[in-house]
């Protein structure tokens, strides 16, 4: 039990497109999930906290119109790159909390490699 | 959040014990600690959570000292499978931020034959 997918895996983008990436609960309910960013040899950076049915909550230095979420389910999470760029380039990965599980126990998706152009 | 100080490597044999220690002074009363692991282009998997003392599932062991300021993640014989990122992380779970996790540098393991 509590898996977390996403899609797609793996995304190339000309520069200037937007990317959207999916991340779903496939086993639980998720009122809240997570998006991280990771560079090549890098920690896993928090970007925002996905709620359902409300707005994303951004970290400091995030900017949230260059990454939407949208929460509308409480088994999807989406996060789009808009307009994108080569700097956008890196690993993408999110997460979600099982309520019934222990605190600080988040599950993660399998992530996703975004290359931009 | 409680920052946390882990080293940032270590080498190991396949079969040896390892124990990775991690440094969290500033731990508050209610925070738990957490162990993930990431292999490459994965996303991070969940270890072991504990509070204090010991905690031991089928993979692992997380040892508490009475102060809480550090843990140790004990790996009973390691394979090369085990090579990996380890991150520790404290955190309460339950504050308004809606247990988000702060990641630290992480541990890079290697498990050599």
């Known amino acids: 039990g509590a898996v977390v997918s996403q899609h797609p895996s793996r995304v190339i983008c000309k520069s200037g497109t937007s990317v959207k990436i999916e991340c779903r609960s496939l086993?639980?309910?998720?009122?809240?999930m997570f998006w991280y960013r990771q560079f090549p040899k890098q920690s896993l950076m928090l970007m925002a906290t996905s709620n359902e049915g409300s707005k994303a909550t951004y970290e400091q230095g995030v900017e949230k119109d260059k990454f939407l979420i949208n929460h509308a389910s409480l088994t999807l999470s989406t996060l789009t790159v808009t307009s994108a760029h080569p700097e956008d380039s890196s690993f993408y990965i999110c997460?979600?909390?099982?309520?019934?599980?222990?605190?600080?126990?988040?599950?993660f998706g399998p992530g996703t490699r975004l290359t931009v152009l | 959040l409680a920052k946390t100080t882990q080293p940032i490597s270590m080498d190991s044999y396949e079969g040896q014990e390892v124990n990775i220690t991690c440094s969290h002074n500033n731990i508050a009363t209610n925070d738990y600690i957490t162990w993930y692991q990431q292999f490459p282009s994965q996303g991070p998997r969940f270890i072991i959570q504990g509070y204090k003392t010991k905690v031991t599932n089928e993979v692992a062991s997380l040892f508490i000292p009475a102060d809480r300021k550090s843990s140790t993640l004990s790996l009973p014989r390691v394979s090369l499978s085990d090579t990996a990122v380890y991150y520790c992380l404290v955190g309460d779970g339950l504050t308004g931020g809606g247990n988000k996790l702060t990641f630290g540098t992480g541990t890079q393991l290697k498990v050599e034959l």
């Open positions: 086993d639980f309910q998720a009122t809240t």
């Open positions: 997460s979600a909390r099982d309520i019934t599980r222990g605190p600080n126990e988040q599950f």
